[in-house]
């Protein structure tokens, strides 16, 4: 597609419910983010993809998360048993990335999912 | 990564250039500079980036010191539309990633405020 689509945009769980988001990236767009972003604040990174590749997963505040990518395009974040703190809004980006490039690496976003835990 | 230092908030007055500023004393010389934006309920928006020279695209011009300190992203004639939250952000060259993780990490941005 021409963007990074994401779904749910929105999400309300009970806590300790199970969610799941999803993230459409940009095709052949070998490089994917998620980031997190609580109300007021920037993005925190929470992990990256090359291809199907997890290469990074620092950002990830717990355990109750997972995020996987098994074909290299499509990803999906799980959050388990959520708790309150884990409402914001979820936003996945992707790149072409670096390989081979001589210039910055610029990342597209998506609208993002914003997850609301009662 | 370098860290960031910019204001929390500005206000412009629609049709006036905005100048939005940047500190990133401690950048090294393999890091660019980027500008990303955010307007509210959307997710962040590339807007700029450079390395050392000045740079101008369709949507902003990049005036970056010389000893690479400091830098300035300037939108010409702000509207309404440009209101949103600016963050620059300060990356290691793409070459130079070294297979780590080529992530932006945001600080909390300047709230630029357009004024009509």
């Known amino acids: 597609g021409a963007g990074v689509s994401q779904s749910p945009r929105y999400k309300v769980a009970k806590r300790g419910q199970d969610v799941a988001l999803r993230c459409d990236p940009i095709?052949?767009?070998?490089?994917l983010f998620w980031y997190q972003q609580a109300l007021g604040q920037g993005p925190e990174f929470l992990t990256y993809?090359?291809?199907?590749?997890?290469?990074?997963k620092s950002g990830l505040p717990s355990d109750r998360f997972f995020a996987e990518r098994p074909e290299g395009s499509v990803s999906t974040l799980k959050i388990q048993r959520t708790q309150q703190e884990d409402s914001a809004v979820y936003l996945c980006?992707?790149?072409?990335?670096?390989?081979?490039?001589?210039?910055?690496?610029?990342?597209?976003f998506g609208a993002g999912s914003r997850l609301t835990v009662l | 990564d370098a860290k960031t230092t910019q204001p929390t908030s500005m206000d412009c007055a629609e049709g006036r250039a905005a100048n939005l500023p940047c500190n990133h004393s401690?950048?090294?010389?393999?890091?660019?500079v980027y500008w990303y934006r955010q307007i509210h309920s959307q997710g962040p928006q590339y807007i700029i980036h450079?390395?050392?020279n000045n740079e101008t695209n369709e949507m902003a011009s990049l005036i970056i010191t010389e000893d690479r300190k400091s830098s300035t992203l300037i939108l010409p004639h702000a509207t309404l539309r440009d209101t949103a939250v600016y963050y620059c952000i300060v990356r290691v060259k793409p070459q130079d990633y070294g297979g780590a993780t080529n992530k932006l990490i945001f600080g909390t941005g300047t709230l630029l405020a357009v004024q009509p």
């Open positions: 095709s052949g767009h070998v490089s």
């Open positions: 450079g390395l050392k």
């Open positions: 980006a992707s790149s072409l990335g670096f390989q081979g490039t001589t210039g910055a690496n610029v990342l597209t």
């Open positions: 993809f090359q291809n199907e590749a997890q290469l990074d």
């Open positions: 401690t950048i090294s010389g393999n890091e660019y």
